[in-house]
C-alpha cells in the first residue's frame, strides 16, 4: 500500500533544458492562432529509438496543407511566431546545402533539418472537417543533448509559408516512482481514448500534461499488483 500511495502522490512537472533527459516522460505543445488549434505530444519509442509524435489539428481548409516546424527560438509573451527564429538544424544540414537543399526522409541526419517535420513527415492535410491526426516515430528527435526539442517551439504555416499557430515545446518529468518507456506508451495510448482529437477543450497544456498524468499513474498503479 506504501507503494501505492506514492505512484498516488505522482504528478508531471514541467521542465527545461537542463534536466535530465532520462527523466523526461512526455512533451507537449498547443499551437494556437487565430483559426489553427493543434496538440503536439511527444513520447519516448519504446525500443529507444528517437521519439513517437501524435498530433491533433483542427481549424485547417477542408484539403489545405500545412507545413510544420520545428523552430529555433521560444515564442515570446506577446504571441509573435515570426519571433521564434528559423527551423531547428543543429548540424547545420541548411547552411552547407544553401539553396540546394531537400529534405529526404531516407536520409534525414544528412540532408533534413531536424526541426523540418514537415519535409520528414509530410504536411498537415485537412480533412472533410478541416481537422489532420497523424502519428509518426521522429527517430532522430530526442529530450536531451544537441537533437533534443526542449526549449524550442513548434510553427504551422499555411500554404504561403505564413506563420499561423505557433507554441512552446514544454517538456514534463514524472515526480515520484519511475515508471518504464512501455508504461509511458501505454499511458498515451490510454489518453489517446480519451480523446486527444477533441480540439473543443482549449484547457492548455499543463491541463493536458495533467490528463495524460493520471492515465500514466494508472498504469503504475496496475503495475504493482
Do not use: W
Not at 519504446?46 to 477542408?62: C, Q, R, Y
Not at 526542449?150 to 515508471?179: E, Q, Y
Request: aromatic letters at 4%.
Amino acid at each position: 500500500m506504501a507503494a501505492m500511495a506514492n505512484v498516488a502522490s505522482s504528478n508531471l512537472v514541467p521542465v527545461r533544458r537542463s534536466a535530465s533527459a532520462s527523466d523526461v516522460v512526455i512533451a507537449m505543445a498547443e499551437p494556437q492562432g487565430q483559426d489553427v488549434a493543434a496538440v503536439f505530444r511527444f513520447v519516448k519509442s519504446i525500443d529507444g529509438n528517437g521519439l513517437e509524435l501524435a498530433i491533433s489539428a483542427s481549424g485547417l481548409e477542408k484539403g489545405g496543407e500545412y507545413p510544420f516546424h520545428i523552430h529555433v527560438n521560444n515564442v515570446p509573451s506577446d504571441g509573435n511566431c515570426t519571433a521564434t527564429g528559423g527551423h531547428l538544424d543543429p548540424f547545420g544540414v541548411k547552411a552547407a546545402s544553401g539553396d540546394a537543399y531537400k529534405c529526404s526522409a531516407d536520409d534525414i541526419l544528412n540532408t533534413c533539418e531536424l526541426g523540418d517535420l514537415a519535409g520528414i513527415f509530410g504536411n498537415l492535410v485537412g480533412d472533410d472537417e478541416g481537422k489532420c491526426l497523424k502519428s509518426v516515430n521522429a527517430t532522430e528527435l530526442t529530450f536531451g543533448g544537441k537533437s533534443t526539442i526542449l526549449d524550442h517551439s513548434i510553427v504551422i504555416h499555411n500554404s504561403k509559408g505564413d506563420r499561423v499557430a505557433c507554441s512552446n515545446i514544454t517538456g514534463f518529468i514524472l515526480a515520484g516512482d519511475p515508471i518504464s518507456a512501455a508504461g509511458i506508451h501505454d499511458a498515451s495510448e490510454m489518453d489517446d481514448m480519451e480523446g486527444m482529437d477533441d480540439m473543443s477543450d482549449t484547457s492548455g497544456v499543463s491541463s493536458r500534461a495533467a490528463m495524460f498524468s493520471g492515465a500514466l499513474l494508472s498504469v503504475a498503479a496496475a503495475a504493482l499488483f
